[in-house]
């Protein structure tokens, strides 16, 4: 004689057995015998309940119908955001980020400023490299005449310095001044 | 609203940045004022052709004679030329005041002496220079420096002495 009893699935830790019933793809002769365990067995019959409940909960659900025009919209769009250029794209998502951030906009203000000045020092040090040029470009008016200052004082200098003693007459001059 | 005010005071700020410096904060020193033999040497590394171009506005009487002073001082032996560098940079220690008044007594010296006489009087200077007051006081009374100049003249000598930098 054929055993027909079932030892109940729950307990035995074999629940596909419940989920199989509850998919109609459990064998006869197992769908026999589970029908007649939960005849006695409430928690198999909730179990098997609770999941008839959602199979048919999926059952009844019907999709919305698209529109018409659903695929001309969708390539319009695609092609839409292939005509955006690609620092929007990547920009698009930190701005948004960044829209949720309340701290942001000195930050980033800070951060403009500081390119700004940033750029402005590089171009004013470039401006301020010496150039190779002769050096007559480098000396203007103002230049010659501090020139011609600082020889006529250094002559003066000169004619009463030690190291002039020497110089023309100056043999002759020791002898005669003292 | 911050941030256009952050960037604006930034642009403010590089603006100032290129803008002329306020005349007193000028680095070149107007005539008399704090100049350099360091401008000198630079027309001293110029080329003669260089040199003739930055000095062609002169008039030719000036060009002549800055002419000779740059080669005057480019022949100048080291030693010396630091001897005279030391000198001037006392020189231009002094108060400005003082510095022209120098250079006018220096004036009145020239017209004083003669070329011929000069070398002479420029000897005395330099004598009184480097004495100490009692050699200064027996060069003072000595019969060679009363018979050669003046009382105007030892004046002059002793004021110029008196006045210029220190020698050393």
Redesign the interface.
Known sequence: MQNTRMTCPLQTDNADVLLDYCARSLDAERTAMLETHMKSCADCREMAAAQAEVWSAMDAYEAEPISADFDRKLYARIEEIDRVPAWERFWAPIREYLHGQPGW??V???A???A??LV??AV?NDVSQPAVE???A??D?????????????????????????A????A???K??? | M???S??A???F??LA??ADPQPGMKR?????MG???E??E??N???PS??R???Q??PPE?RQM?ER??E??AN?PP??RK??QG??AR?QEMPPER?QE??QL?RRFSETFEP?RR??A??????L??ADPEERK??QN?R??QN?FSEEERKLIEQ??ND??D?E
Request: charged fraction near 25%.
């Open positions: 906009k000195p980033l203000s800070i403009a400023a500081s700004v000045l402005v020092i004013k002769p050096a007559s480098i000396v008016v103002n230049d010659v005449e501090q020139a011609e200052h600082v020889l006529e004082d250094l002559e003066m200098l000169r004619q009463f310095s030690d190291g002039n003693a110089d023309s007459g100056g002759n001059a020791q005669e001044v003292i | 911050r941030a256009v952050v960037i005071t930034t642009v700020l590089s940045a290129f070149k020193a107007p005539p008399f100049a350099s033999p401008v000198v630079r027309f590394r110029m080329t260089e040199r171009e930055a000095l506005k002169l000036r800055m002073r740059l005057n001082w100048t030693q010396e001897r005279l000198s001037y020189f510095q120098i250079r220096f011929e070398p002479r420029q000897h005395a200077v330099r004598m220079r480097r027996r060069i000595s060679p420096y050669n110029m002495a210029l930098p020698p």
